[in-house]
């Protein structure tokens, strides 16, 4: 009978192997993008790529992290402004920050974007008349918006078809998957404490429930203390509506410019619950800002998780997760 069950067993295991090459080349082959290719951008409009794309720009840091991450970055040829200032770039693809530099969202340089002859370009929403001249060019231009967890992995989906790098895709999502429901399933009978983000420019900057940042926190087990805001960009508050909201934890951005020491000896704030219990912390950014929709921002929840559940989700957990996830997407040794 042991034999029996052996033989079966052994059996089993070889059809089962089996049946995941044959998934894998299957996959491999549904992976690979024919040119030309149409797509549909987080704008809506519809793009046309005839081509594999060999030179890219990127005006947007965002996709210009995905692209590191997608094995891309050997065929950025363009930046957008301030490339030097990005710890993710220096450390993981240092030529990026010599590259010239398109510009940003506010003051978009077109005549050195097309002047470097790209095969493709990337776009923040905000620059819709910069992709329409671009397009009038014969240059195709990708509006991307990654301004909430489904947007963030609609974008990835979107440029890895464009770029036909569908595989790497596809193991960065099954990643962000991973901790996703790992998240949910260990947090899914938390307590939700209310807990305050503030923004990068001032303590009284905030993001309401229709930016990326409140899913963060919801994802680390907490309830966004701004949730009743509705714009969908940074809002400024003031000291008495973040006392009303009274909110348990504080948490700075990653490139806040200001320190946890300013908000905890901040005399407006002595009678907030979050300051009087020193429950003030400021989002890990030394690889890049984690609070901003990047690839790499399902690693603030994992972090934001182990401060407000550290029972459910050990506080080393972010450390031992980040230097796996850099080291497996952007070649970053530690």
Same mark, same amino acid.
């Given at each position: ?30 992976? $690979? ?36 991450? +997608? ?18 770039y220096s450390l993981a693809a240092p030529q990026l920050t010599e590259l010239p530099s398109v510009g940003s969202a506010k003051d978009f340089d077109l005549e050195t974007c097309a002047s470097l002859s790209p095969d493709l370009v990337i776009l923040p ?27 963030? !992995? ?36 938390? !307590? ?25 926190? $919801? ?8 949730? !009743? ?69 399902? +690693?603030?929840?994992?972090? +934001? ?5 550290? $029972? ?23």
């Amino acid at each position: 009978m042991r034999k029996t069950v052996s033989k079966f067993l052994s059996m089993s295991l070889i059809y089962l192997m089996l049946l995941s090459v044959i998934g894998s080349c299957l996959c491999a082959a549904a992976a $690979e993008t024919a040119y030309p290719i149409t797509v549909t951008d987080q704008s809506g409009r519809e793009v046309t790529i005839e081509k594999k794309p060999e030179r890219i720009v990127s005006g947007y840091y965002i996709p210009s992290s995905l692209l590191i991450a +997608l094995g891309l970055k050997d065929k950025i040829v363009g930046i957008e402004a301030k490339a030097d200032k990005r710890p993710v770039y220096s450390l993981a693809a240092p030529q990026l920050t010599e590259l010239p530099s398109v510009g940003s969202a506010k003051d978009f340089d077109l005549e050195t974007c097309a002047s470097l002859s790209p095969d493709l370009v990337i776009l923040p929403l905000k620059l819709k008349d910069a992709a329409q001249s671009l397009t009038e060019l014969q240059i195709p231009v990708l509006l991307v918006n990654p301004e909430s967890q489904e947007l963030l !992995e609609s974008m990835i989906g979107l440029i890895s078809t464009a770029t036909d790098t569908e595989e790497p895709a596809a193991e960065l999502l099954a990643y962000i998957d991973e901790q996703t429901a790992m998240l949910s399933d260990t947090l899914a009978d938390v !307590e939700t404490p209310e807990v305050y983000l503030a923004g990068n420019s001032s303590l009284l900057s905030t993001a309401g429930e229709a930016m990326y940042q409140s899913s963060l926190i $919801e994802l680390a087990g907490g309830k966004n203390a701004a949730s !009743e805001i509705s714009d969908t960009y940074w809002t400024d508050i003031s000291y008495e509506q973040l006392l009303a909201w009274d909110p348990s934890y504080i948490i700075l951005a990653s490139d806040a410019q200001y320190t946890v020491d300013d908000v905890l000896n901040d005399a407006n704030l002595k009678d907030c619950t979050a300051v009087k219990n020193g429950d003030v912390y400021a989002i890990p950014g030394e690889v890049e800002a984690l609070d901003s929709p990047v690839p790499a921002s399902i +690693l603030a929840s994992v972090w +934001l998780a182990g401060i407000l559940h550290p $029972e459910q989700v050990a506080p080393d957990t972010y450390t031992q997760e980040k230097t796996s996830y850099y080291e497996t997407f952007y070649g970053i040794q530690e």
